[in-house]
């Protein structure tokens, strides 16, 4: 036998071990973060409605917020809420001047509100994009878009979802 030469089955038991072993170091220094981790899932099992307030709030704080110029499409009937398909135009000149300068969509049911943040700017050309969301039952979606002036102005929609995604709390 030719030195560090093993069969098969030694080596896939190696592989077993090492493995094993990693994974119980990992837990084992894992356990430090577990207090953390313990807040972290109790809030992705709490997939309750917000309100409008709870929703924007921690984006617009205490700016001015409007319902124009934002026109949010999602279809009110979703048969799969793994892949619902989303999207979004902004009236907007797109210039240095005045421009978008984030998009946040937001779920109202979702275990994690903030479903996506764009970032644009006057390079954008066009505030538009097209996108899939993951949604938890019937709700409600909010597309925020920040402007260049700090203000905040949004559009909101109702879908049904008929096979929830994220949680069982559809």
Request: charged residues 20%.
């Given at each position: 036998m030719r030195p560090f030469s093993l069969s098969r089955r030694q080596s896939l038991g190696h592989l077993l071990k090492t493995s094993l072993a990693a994974s119980l170091g990992g837990l084992w220094a894992g356990s430090a973060k577990a207090q953390v981790d313990k807040l972290t899932l109790t809030g992705l099992a709490e997939a309750r409605l917000r309100t409008f307030?709870?929703?924007?709030?921690?984006?617009?704080?205490?700016?001015?917020?409007?319902?124009e110029r934002v026109t949010l499409s999602l279809p009110m009937l979703a048969d799969n809420g793994h892949m619902v398909p989303l999207s979004l135009k902004i009236d907007s000149p797109m210039t240095e001047e005045s421009h978008i300068t984030h998009?946040?969509?937001?779920?109202?049911?979702?275990?994690?509100?903030?479903?996506?943040?764009?970032?644009?700017?006057?390079?954008?050309?066009?505030?538009?994009?097209?996108?899939?969301?993951?949604?938890?039952?019937?709700?409600?979606?909010?597309?925020?878009?920040?402007?260049?002036?700090?203000?905040?102005?949004?559009?909101?929609?109702?879908?049904?979802?008929?096979?929830?995604?994220?949680?069982?709390?559809?």
């Open positions: 307030e709870e929703m924007v709030r921690p984006y617009v704080q205490t700016q001015e917020l409007k319902k998009v946040y969509l937001i779920s109202q049911r979702n275990p994690v509100p903030m479903m996506a943040k764009f970032v644009m700017g006057p390079w954008t050309g066009r505030a538009e994009l097209s996108t899939r969301v993951r949604l938890s039952g019937n709700q409600s979606v909010i597309a925020l878009a920040r402007l260049s002036d700090g203000n905040f102005i949004y559009d909101a929609q109702e879908v049904v979802v008929t096979e929830a995604a994220c949680v069982d709390n559809g």
